[in-house]
């Protein structure tokens, strides 16, 4: 189970970090991904993780702004927003796969809305 939260309001410029909580002993050898969804847009994928945290990857709109983490003793991983830009703003979800590489995300949390204003 997959737990999100820490969005919020905030100012363009402004910054969020934004927490995956999973419950289950085996956390941490699964690949964790971030992904968001705009008012009237499809879900996109915004950041990934490997299960040990060496591996990342990120969408070219959000690569030098976000940083994606996690801390495997506390089974979560965390997506640090930086310079955050009105287009930004969406509903964020994190994600769960069994493999890095893959675009199958089985498992999923519920969103947490980023709201950038202006």
């Known amino acids: 189970q997959l737990q999100a939260f820490g969005g919020g309001l905030v100012q363009a410029g402004g910054s969020l970090r934004l927490s995956c909580a999973a419950s289950g002993r085996t956390f941490s050898s699964y690949a964790m991904g971030w992904f968001r969804q705009g008012s009237g847009k499809e879900r996109e994928f915004v950041a990934r993780?490997?299960?040990?945290?060496?591996?990342?990857y990120y969408a070219d709109s959000v690569k030098g702004r976000f940083i994606i983490s996690r801390d495997n003793a506390i089974n979560t991983v965390y997506l640090q927003m930086n310079n955050l830009k009105p287009e930004d703003t969406a509903v964020y979800y994190c994600?769960?796969?069994?493999?890095?590489?893959?675009?199958?995300?089985?498992?999923w949390g519920q969103g947490t809305l980023v709201t950038v204003s202006s």
């Open positions: 994600a769960a796969s069994a493999n890095y590489g893959s675009s199958q995300y089985p498992y």
């Open positions: 993780i490997g299960w040990s945290g060496g591996r990342t």
